[in-house]
């Protein structure tokens, strides 16, 4: 089983930084992804910034050059460093990564979510 754990929400005003970090736990091979996700109230879980093994990086339009997605391999933590922040950056933010759970079967791999931590930037 594995499992994601999340830190470094909370509330703060616009133009602020803050840094989420999520670890995981477990029995398992290789992560092949990490990546933050987020939802707004009334709105659908969107993708934020993405890294893949590579260190090859994705991120939404609205976060470019405000948000650093970073991985720890050793750790296996994936960061988000969050600058610039903007009101409607408000979310619960989600950790994903995408595990391999034995070597040599592909079939193993599995998707994982946080618990999710609520990020409030007011104006």
Same mark, same amino acid.
């Given at each position: 089983?594995?499992?994601?754990?999340?830190?470094?929400?909370?509330?703060?005003?616009? &133009?602020?930084?803050?840094?989420?970090?999520?670890?995981a736990? &477990?029995?398992?091979?290789?992560?092949?992804?990490?990546?933050?996700?987020?939802?707004?109230?009334?709105?659908?879980?969107?993708?934020?910034?993405?890294?893949?093994?590579?260190?090859?990086?994705?991120?939404?339009?609205?976060?470019?050059?405000?948000? =650093?997605?970073?991985?720890? /391999?050793?750790? /296996?933590?994936v960061?988000?460093?969050?600058?610039?922040?903007?009101?409607?950056? =408000?979310?619960?933010?989600?950790c /994903?990564?995408?595990?391999?759970?034995?070597? &040599?079967?592909?079939?193993?791999?599995y998707i994982?979510?946080?618990?999710? =931590?609520?990020?409030?930037?007011?104006?």
């Open positions: 089983q594995v499992q994601l754990v999340e830190s470094g929400g909370g509330l703060l005003q616009a &133009g602020g930084s803050l840094r989420l970090s999520c670890a736990s &477990g029995s398992f091979f290789s992560i092949n992804a990490m990546g933050w996700y987020r939802q707004a109230p009334g709105k659908q879980r969107d993708l934020v910034a993405r890294i893949i093994s590579g260190d090859s990086t994705n991120y939404a339009d609205s976060v470019k050059g405000r948000f =650093t997605i970073s991985r720890d /391999n050793a750790k /296996n933590t960061s988000l460093q969050m600058n610039s922040l903007k009101p409607e950056d =408000t979310a619960v933010y989600y /994903n990564m995408v595990v391999q759970i034995s070597p &040599g079967i592909k079939s193993s791999v994982y979510w946080g618990q999710g =931590t609520q990020v409030t930037v007011s104006s």
